[in-house]
């Protein structure tokens, strides 16, 4: 599977989730962020997306995610503005091609 691919089959919920430019109103990225934070140590690791991802029923291989992740942090985390990033660029993509 593609980076992008795999960008918007592993992160379509995120597709819903407001951004804080787009308001108020709705379920915001910085509770998603806490919510799937389950160490709470204010990083998002591939485990915790990938175990979100499951309570949600999305099926994506481990190393989809790894790449997803990994394209913006080589290190293999997400700070929150990282995930903002992620979430503008599946919008985008998702707007750009319809799936």
Do not use: A
């Amino acid at each position: 599977i593609g980076i992008m691919t795999g960008l918007t089959l592993g992160m379509l919920p995120l597709l819903w989730i407001r951004t804080e430019e787009e308001g108020s109103d709705g379920r915001d990225l910085s509770e998603v962020f806490r919510n799937w934070d389950g160490n709470h140590d204010g990083l998002l690791d591939v485990t915790e997306i990938m175990s979100c991802l499951k309570e949600l029923d999305f099926d994506v291989p481990e190393v989809t995610i790894r790449h997803l992740v990994e394209r913006y942090n080589p290190n293999g985390i997400l700070t929150f503005h990282q995930m903002q990033l992620l979430c503008h660029d599946v919008k985008l993509h998702h707007h750009r091609t319809g799936t």
